[in-house]
Protein backbone atom coordinates (compact mmCIF):
# COMPACT_ATOMS: atom_id res chain seq x y z
CA UNK A 1 0.00 0.00 0.00
CA UNK A 2 1.39 3.50 -0.56
CA UNK A 3 0.17 6.87 -0.37
CA UNK A 4 1.89 9.34 -2.78
CA UNK A 5 1.92 13.05 -1.67
CA UNK A 6 1.66 16.15 -3.83
CA UNK A 7 4.88 18.44 -4.23
CA UNK A 8 4.84 21.80 -2.00
CA UNK A 9 4.58 24.70 -4.23
CA UNK A 10 7.62 26.06 -5.10
CA UNK A 11 7.77 29.16 -4.65
CA UNK A 12 5.15 32.33 -3.15
CA UNK A 13 3.47 33.70 -5.42
CA UNK A 14 3.93 37.81 -6.81
CA UNK A 15 1.56 39.82 -5.31
CA UNK A 16 -1.03 41.80 -7.33
CA UNK A 17 0.39 44.96 -6.57
CA UNK A 18 4.03 44.18 -8.05
CA UNK A 19 2.65 42.41 -10.70
CA UNK A 20 2.61 44.42 -14.23
CA UNK A 21 -1.38 44.27 -16.22
CA UNK A 22 -0.48 41.87 -18.50
CA UNK A 23 1.34 39.92 -16.00
CA UNK A 24 -1.56 36.96 -15.55
CA UNK A 25 -1.41 36.61 -19.43
CA UNK A 26 2.42 35.87 -19.78
CA UNK A 27 2.14 33.51 -16.34
CA UNK A 28 -0.68 31.75 -18.30
CA UNK A 29 1.27 31.01 -21.41
CA UNK A 30 4.32 30.60 -19.75
CA UNK A 31 2.62 27.52 -17.69
CA UNK A 32 1.15 26.28 -20.90
CA UNK A 33 4.00 26.10 -22.69
CA UNK A 34 6.12 24.07 -19.91
CA UNK A 35 5.75 20.23 -20.34
CA UNK A 36 4.69 17.85 -17.16
CA UNK A 37 7.90 16.30 -18.01
CA UNK A 38 10.07 20.16 -17.84
CA UNK A 39 7.71 20.50 -14.71
CA UNK A 40 9.03 17.83 -12.75
CA UNK A 41 12.37 17.93 -13.81
CA UNK A 42 12.29 21.56 -11.95
CA UNK A 43 10.79 20.45 -8.75
CA UNK A 44 13.35 17.84 -8.88
CA UNK A 45 16.02 20.06 -9.02
CA UNK A 46 14.77 22.07 -6.68
CA UNK A 47 14.36 18.94 -4.37
CA UNK A 48 18.33 18.01 -4.85
CA UNK A 49 19.30 21.48 -4.04
CA UNK A 50 17.83 20.80 -0.90
CA UNK A 51 19.03 17.51 -0.45
CA UNK A 52 22.34 17.53 1.72
CA UNK A 53 25.08 15.39 -0.32
CA UNK A 54 26.62 15.25 4.22
CA UNK A 55 23.46 15.24 5.40
CA UNK A 56 24.05 16.19 9.53
CA UNK A 57 22.07 13.26 11.25
CA UNK A 58 21.14 11.68 14.43
CA UNK A 59 22.75 9.38 16.37
CA UNK A 60 19.97 7.41 15.59
CA UNK A 61 20.28 6.43 11.89
CA UNK A 62 22.02 3.78 10.41
CA UNK A 63 22.77 4.36 6.58
CA UNK A 64 22.51 1.39 4.10
CA UNK A 65 23.44 1.20 0.53
CA UNK A 66 22.28 -0.66 -2.25
CA UNK A 67 24.18 -2.50 -5.14
CA UNK A 68 23.05 0.38 -7.82
CA UNK A 69 23.52 3.10 -5.49
CA UNK A 70 20.33 3.72 -3.40
CA UNK A 71 20.61 4.92 0.07
CA UNK A 72 18.38 4.19 3.05
CA UNK A 73 18.57 5.83 6.34
CA UNK A 74 16.77 3.65 8.68
CA UNK A 75 15.77 5.47 12.12
CA UNK A 76 15.83 3.58 14.94
CA UNK A 77 13.12 5.33 17.25
CA UNK A 78 11.09 4.17 20.56
CA UNK A 79 7.89 4.97 20.26
CA UNK A 80 6.58 6.81 23.38
CA UNK A 81 9.71 9.19 22.42
CA UNK A 82 9.44 12.80 21.69
CA UNK A 83 12.98 12.68 21.05
CA UNK A 84 12.30 9.59 18.57
CA UNK A 85 10.03 12.20 16.25
CA UNK A 86 12.55 15.07 16.40
CA UNK A 87 15.27 12.95 14.85
CA UNK A 88 12.68 11.60 12.24
CA UNK A 89 11.88 15.17 11.13
CA UNK A 90 15.40 15.95 11.13
CA UNK A 91 16.21 12.92 8.94
CA UNK A 92 13.84 13.68 6.12
CA UNK A 93 14.36 17.18 5.91
CA UNK A 94 18.17 16.77 5.91
CA UNK A 95 18.14 13.58 2.84
CA UNK A 96 14.89 14.97 1.06
CA UNK A 97 13.97 11.39 0.14
CA UNK A 98 12.11 9.62 -2.82
CA UNK A 99 10.12 7.43 -0.54
CA UNK A 100 9.20 6.62 3.31
CA UNK A 101 8.95 3.47 4.59
CA UNK A 102 7.31 3.34 8.23
CA UNK A 103 6.97 0.16 10.48
CA UNK A 104 2.89 0.32 9.73
CA UNK A 105 0.86 -2.28 8.40
CA UNK A 106 -2.61 -1.31 6.68
CA UNK A 107 -4.58 -2.74 9.84
CA UNK A 108 -2.93 0.18 12.12
CA UNK A 109 -2.73 2.89 9.04
CA UNK A 110 -5.46 5.10 11.10
CA UNK A 111 -2.99 6.14 13.82
CA UNK A 112 -1.57 8.44 11.21
CA UNK A 113 -4.74 10.81 10.47
CA UNK A 114 -5.90 10.70 14.47
CA UNK A 115 -4.82 13.78 16.45
CA UNK A 116 -2.64 13.02 20.21
CA UNK A 117 -5.83 13.08 21.86
CA UNK A 118 -8.02 11.36 20.12
CA UNK A 119 -4.97 8.52 20.75
CA UNK A 120 -4.36 8.65 23.90
CA UNK A 121 -7.66 8.12 24.51
CA UNK A 122 -8.56 5.02 22.42
CA UNK A 123 -5.04 3.38 23.66
CA UNK A 124 -6.55 3.88 27.21
CA UNK A 125 -9.76 2.52 26.77
CA UNK A 126 -9.87 -1.38 26.33
CA UNK A 127 -13.51 -2.62 26.61
CA UNK A 128 -15.29 -6.03 25.52
CA UNK A 129 -16.62 -3.98 22.19
CA UNK A 130 -12.78 -3.65 21.29
CA UNK A 131 -12.57 -7.33 22.46
CA UNK A 132 -15.16 -8.56 20.29
CA UNK A 133 -13.79 -6.89 17.45
CA UNK A 134 -10.18 -8.07 17.85
CA UNK A 135 -11.67 -11.05 17.92
CA UNK A 136 -14.03 -11.10 15.07
CA UNK A 137 -10.97 -10.29 13.03
CA UNK A 138 -8.44 -12.65 13.83
CA UNK A 139 -9.69 -15.31 15.65
CA UNK A 140 -10.11 -15.98 19.14
CA UNK A 141 -6.56 -16.58 19.87
CA UNK A 142 -5.23 -13.99 17.58
CA UNK A 143 -7.81 -11.38 18.86
CA UNK A 144 -7.52 -12.14 22.73
CA UNK A 145 -3.54 -11.73 22.15
CA UNK A 146 -3.98 -8.35 20.32
CA UNK A 147 -5.81 -7.09 23.30
CA UNK A 148 -3.09 -8.39 25.41
CA UNK A 149 0.07 -6.62 24.08
CA UNK A 150 -2.75 -3.08 23.79
CA UNK A 151 -2.95 -3.67 27.53
CA UNK A 152 0.23 -3.13 27.85
CA UNK A 153 0.25 -0.60 25.07
CA UNK A 154 -2.37 1.21 27.27
CA UNK A 155 -0.11 0.84 30.40
CA UNK A 156 3.00 2.22 29.18
CA UNK A 157 0.10 4.99 28.14
CA UNK A 158 -1.16 5.81 31.37
CA UNK A 159 2.01 5.70 32.86
CA UNK A 160 3.51 7.98 30.57
CA UNK A 161 0.51 9.93 29.14
CA UNK A 162 1.91 9.76 25.37
CA UNK A 163 0.01 8.25 22.92
CA UNK A 164 2.38 5.61 21.04
CA UNK A 165 3.19 6.00 17.01
CA UNK A 166 4.26 9.53 17.40
CA UNK A 167 7.33 9.03 14.95
CA UNK A 168 4.98 7.37 12.54
CA UNK A 169 2.40 10.70 12.52
CA UNK A 170 5.48 12.74 11.97
CA UNK A 171 7.25 11.25 9.27
CA UNK A 172 3.48 11.04 7.20
CA UNK A 173 3.31 15.15 7.82
CA UNK A 174 6.70 15.46 6.80
CA UNK A 175 7.01 13.40 3.81
CA UNK A 176 4.28 15.44 2.46
CA UNK A 177 6.37 18.17 2.14
CA UNK A 178 9.02 16.82 0.29
CA UNK A 179 8.05 16.81 -3.72
CA UNK A 180 7.60 13.71 -5.24
CA UNK A 181 8.15 11.44 -1.89
CA UNK A 182 5.48 8.34 -1.57
CA UNK A 183 5.05 6.53 1.16
CA UNK A 184 5.39 3.14 2.20
CA UNK A 185 3.83 1.08 4.96
CA UNK A 186 6.59 -1.56 5.20
CA UNK A 187 5.26 -4.03 8.20
CA UNK A 188 3.56 -7.70 7.91
CA UNK A 189 -0.17 -7.54 8.47
CA UNK A 190 -0.41 -8.11 12.07
CA UNK A 191 -3.49 -10.52 11.85
CA UNK A 192 -0.28 -12.37 9.75
CA UNK A 193 1.95 -11.73 12.85
CA UNK A 194 -0.80 -12.66 15.57
CA UNK A 195 -1.54 -16.19 13.75
CA UNK A 196 2.05 -17.33 13.72
CA UNK A 197 2.64 -15.89 17.12
CA UNK A 198 -0.06 -18.10 18.36
CA UNK A 199 0.91 -21.17 16.20
CA UNK A 200 4.89 -21.37 17.49
CA UNK A 201 3.84 -21.33 21.07
CA UNK A 202 2.78 -24.34 23.33
CA UNK A 203 -0.09 -24.32 25.73
CA UNK A 204 1.82 -23.68 29.04
CA UNK A 205 3.53 -20.83 27.32
CA UNK A 206 0.50 -19.33 26.08
CA UNK A 207 -0.87 -19.45 29.31
CA UNK A 208 2.44 -18.41 30.99
CA UNK A 209 2.34 -15.54 28.19
CA UNK A 210 -1.40 -14.33 29.08
CA UNK A 211 -0.71 -14.58 32.77
CA UNK A 212 2.23 -12.26 32.76
CA UNK A 213 0.59 -9.31 30.53
CA UNK A 214 -2.54 -9.27 32.45
CA UNK A 215 -1.37 -8.44 35.44
CA UNK A 216 1.29 -6.30 34.44
CA UNK A 217 1.77 -3.50 37.00
CA UNK A 218 5.22 -2.19 36.87
CA UNK A 219 6.00 1.56 37.07
CA UNK A 220 7.67 3.00 33.36
CA UNK A 221 9.40 6.37 33.24
CA UNK A 222 10.64 8.47 30.47
CA UNK A 223 14.04 7.82 31.36
CA UNK A 224 13.17 4.12 30.67
CA UNK A 225 12.00 4.58 27.20
CA UNK A 226 14.33 7.06 26.49
CA UNK A 227 16.87 4.05 27.32
CA UNK A 228 15.63 1.82 24.28
CA UNK A 229 17.15 3.69 22.36
CA UNK A 230 20.91 2.41 23.31
CA UNK A 231 21.64 -0.41 21.55
CA UNK A 232 23.40 -2.10 24.37
CA UNK A 233 20.18 -2.02 26.82
CA UNK A 234 18.02 -2.83 23.65
CA UNK A 235 20.10 -6.35 23.08
CA UNK A 236 19.95 -6.84 26.67
CA UNK A 237 16.37 -6.78 26.94
CA UNK A 238 15.71 -8.50 23.52
CA UNK A 239 18.15 -11.29 25.19
CA UNK A 240 16.23 -11.92 28.36
CA UNK A 241 13.09 -12.15 26.05
CA UNK A 242 14.63 -15.03 23.48
CA UNK A 243 15.57 -16.93 27.05
CA UNK A 244 12.05 -17.22 27.82
CA UNK A 245 9.79 -17.02 25.05
CA UNK A 246 12.15 -17.87 21.60
CA UNK A 247 9.68 -18.89 19.29
CA UNK A 248 7.50 -15.80 20.04
CA UNK A 249 10.91 -13.48 19.77
CA UNK A 250 11.22 -15.26 16.05
CA UNK A 251 7.50 -14.30 15.03
CA UNK A 252 7.10 -11.15 16.26
CA UNK A 253 10.92 -9.65 15.99
CA UNK A 254 12.86 -11.90 13.75
CA UNK A 255 10.55 -12.37 10.65
CA UNK A 256 9.44 -9.00 10.73
CA UNK A 257 12.69 -8.01 10.46
CA UNK A 258 12.99 -9.83 6.99
CA UNK A 259 10.00 -8.58 5.94
CA UNK A 260 10.89 -4.72 6.86
CA UNK A 261 14.20 -5.77 5.15
CA UNK A 262 12.51 -6.71 2.28
CA UNK A 263 10.12 -3.69 2.10
CA UNK A 264 13.07 -1.19 2.19
CA UNK A 265 14.42 -2.75 -0.26
CA UNK A 266 11.65 -3.05 -2.91
CA UNK A 267 11.51 0.96 -2.00
CA UNK A 268 15.11 1.84 -2.73
CA UNK A 269 14.72 0.57 -6.46
CA UNK A 270 16.20 3.18 -8.72
CA UNK A 271 13.34 6.00 -9.70
CA UNK A 272 12.93 6.35 -13.58
CA UNK A 273 13.26 10.03 -14.81
CA UNK A 274 10.53 11.62 -16.81
CA UNK A 275 10.84 11.68 -20.62
CA UNK A 276 9.81 14.26 -23.10
CA UNK A 277 8.56 11.63 -25.77
CA UNK A 278 8.86 7.59 -25.77
CA UNK A 279 11.11 7.13 -28.20
CA UNK A 280 13.16 8.74 -25.85
CA UNK A 281 15.92 6.37 -23.94
CA UNK A 282 14.67 5.39 -20.41
CA UNK A 283 16.98 7.30 -17.42
CA UNK A 284 16.82 6.29 -13.54
CA UNK A 285 18.58 7.56 -10.79
CA UNK A 286 19.75 5.91 -7.77
CA UNK A 287 17.00 6.19 -4.96
CA UNK A 288 16.84 8.40 -1.58
CA UNK A 289 14.55 5.94 1.20
CA UNK A 290 14.00 6.64 4.78
CA UNK A 291 12.66 4.28 7.23
CA UNK A 292 11.35 4.82 10.35
CA UNK A 293 11.15 1.00 12.42
CA UNK A 294 11.33 0.81 16.20
CA UNK A 295 15.28 0.62 17.80
CA UNK A 296 14.54 -3.55 18.22
CA UNK A 297 14.38 -3.77 14.40
CA UNK A 298 17.76 -2.12 13.75
CA UNK A 299 20.36 -5.19 14.10
CA UNK A 300 18.01 -7.40 12.64
CA UNK A 301 17.74 -5.55 8.99
CA UNK A 302 21.59 -4.80 9.34
CA UNK A 303 22.10 -8.32 9.15
CA UNK A 304 19.68 -9.50 6.31
CA UNK A 305 20.62 -6.47 4.18
CA UNK A 306 22.65 -8.29 1.79
CA UNK A 307 20.51 -11.65 1.60
CA UNK A 308 18.63 -12.83 -0.77
CA UNK A 309 15.49 -12.58 0.83
CA UNK A 310 11.73 -14.78 -0.10
CA UNK A 311 8.77 -13.83 2.24
CA UNK A 312 6.31 -15.92 1.00
CA UNK A 313 6.89 -18.67 3.92
CA UNK A 314 6.77 -16.28 6.57
CA UNK A 315 3.72 -14.82 5.09
CA UNK A 316 1.74 -18.13 5.64
CA UNK A 317 -0.31 -19.18 8.53
CA UNK A 318 -0.22 -22.67 9.87
CA UNK A 319 -2.95 -24.84 10.93
CA UNK A 320 -4.04 -24.65 14.67
CA UNK A 321 -1.82 -27.48 16.70
CA UNK A 322 -3.93 -29.53 19.47
CA UNK A 323 -2.55 -27.63 22.02
CA UNK A 324 -3.88 -24.71 20.22
CA UNK A 325 -7.50 -26.14 20.22
CA UNK A 326 -7.14 -27.59 24.13
CA UNK A 327 -6.25 -23.60 24.63
CA UNK A 328 -8.77 -22.44 22.62
CA UNK A 329 -11.79 -25.00 23.96
CA UNK A 330 -10.57 -23.49 28.09
CA UNK A 331 -11.01 -19.84 26.84
CA UNK A 332 -14.26 -20.67 25.28
CA UNK A 333 -15.43 -22.89 27.88
CA UNK A 334 -14.23 -20.29 30.93
CA UNK A 335 -16.03 -17.39 28.98
CA UNK A 336 -19.40 -19.25 28.97
CA UNK A 337 -18.99 -20.30 32.53
CA UNK A 338 -18.55 -16.68 33.40
CA UNK A 339 -20.91 -15.73 31.55
CA UNK A 340 -23.46 -18.95 32.92
CA UNK A 341 -22.33 -17.91 35.99
CA UNK A 342 -23.11 -14.18 35.90
CA UNK A 343 -27.08 -15.08 34.64
CA UNK A 344 -27.49 -17.13 37.15
CA UNK A 345 -26.62 -14.63 40.23
CA UNK A 346 -28.37 -12.20 38.36
CA UNK A 347 -31.42 -14.39 38.12
CA UNK A 348 -31.07 -15.09 42.21
CA UNK A 349 -30.72 -11.82 42.77
CA UNK A 350 -33.51 -10.68 40.98
CA UNK A 351 -35.72 -13.04 42.23
CA UNK A 352 -35.01 -12.09 45.68
CA UNK A 353 -35.50 -8.57 44.89
CA UNK A 354 -38.93 -9.39 43.66
CA UNK A 355 -40.09 -11.31 46.12
CA UNK A 356 -39.30 -8.67 49.09
CA UNK A 357 -41.33 -6.62 47.27
CA UNK A 358 -44.49 -5.90 49.94
CA UNK A 359 -46.75 -6.21 46.80
CA UNK A 360 -45.46 -9.76 45.96
CA UNK A 361 -45.52 -10.93 49.73
CA UNK A 362 -49.02 -10.16 49.80
CA UNK A 363 -49.80 -12.31 46.71
CA UNK A 364 -47.97 -14.79 48.47
CA UNK A 365 -49.54 -14.56 51.64
CA UNK A 366 -53.32 -14.53 50.00
CA UNK A 367 -52.16 -17.85 47.59
CA UNK A 368 -51.07 -19.60 50.89
CA UNK A 369 -54.52 -18.52 52.72
CA UNK A 370 -56.09 -20.08 49.65
CA UNK A 371 -53.80 -23.17 49.44
CA UNK A 372 -54.92 -23.63 53.32
CA UNK A 373 -58.62 -23.34 52.72
CA UNK A 374 -58.80 -26.33 49.99
Not at 111 to 116: I, N, Q, W
Not at 211 to 240: H, N, R, T, Y
Not at 364 to 374: F, V
Request: hydrophobic letters at 40%; a neutral charge; aromatic letters at 6%.
Amino acid sequence: MQEEQQPEAAADPMSSSDAPEDGPKETSSLSQNISDADAFKILLEMKMKKRQKKPNLPSTVTELDTEDGSKVYVVGTAHFSDSSKKDVVKTIQEVQPDVVVVELCQYRVSMLKMDEKTLLKEAKEINLEKLQQAIKQNGVMSGLMQMLLLKVSAHITEQLGMAPGGEFREAFKEASKVPFCKFHLGDRPIPVTFKRAIAALSFWQKVKLAWGLCFLSDPISKDDVEKCKQKDLLEQMMAEMIGEFPDLHRTIVSERDVYLTYMLKQAAKQIELPRASETEPRKYIPAVVVGVVGMGHVPGIEKNWNSDLNIQEIMSVPPPSASSKIFKFVIKATVFGLMGYGCYRIGQRTVQFILSMPAAQSYLQKLTEIRSQH
